[in-house]
């Protein structure tokens, strides 16, 4: 059983930084995707940034790019998520998603395994 642990959430200001955290545990994946996605109150949940565990390619929502980073340790099965610039609208819970296969990386559903979700709150 995979479990998934978040950290890092927060109350910050607008134009501050947060750096998100996701430890996963209980198997190793060589293919696996690692991936960020948020929800605001009342929305669906929204695809925000994506690394492969192997290779290390990256993919981001087009709201986040050069303000988010995605990156993984594989030593510690971490990701990270450094999130700079934020703005009001990047307040959200922030969930760690685990593909174990080779699905879409911006696809909800395509992922196995989620974490219990960390609240960034961001104020104008």
């Known amino acids: 059983q995979v479990q998934l642990v978040e950290s890092g959430g927060g109350l910050v200001q607008a134009g501050g930084s947060l750096r998100l955290s996701c430890v996963a545990s209980g198997r190793t994946f060589s293919s696996a995707t690692m991936g960020w996605f948020r929800q605001d109150s009342g929305k669906e949940r929204d695809f925000v940034a994506a690394?492969?565990?192997?290779?290390?390619?990256?993919y981001y929502a087009d709201s986040v790019k050069g303000r988010f980073t995605i990156s993984r340790d594989n030593a510690k099965n971490t990701v990270y998520l450094q999130m700079n610039s934020l703005k009001a609208e990047d307040t959200a819970v922030y969930y760690c998603?685990?593909?174990?296969?080779?699905?879409?990386?911006?696809?909800?559903?395509?992922?196995?395994?989620w974490g219990q979700g960390t609240q960034v709150t961001v104020s104008s």
């Open positions: 998603a685990l593909d174990t296969g080779w699905g879409s990386p911006l696809t909800p559903r395509d992922y196995d395994y």
């Open positions: 690394i492969r565990w192997s290779g290390g390619s990256t």
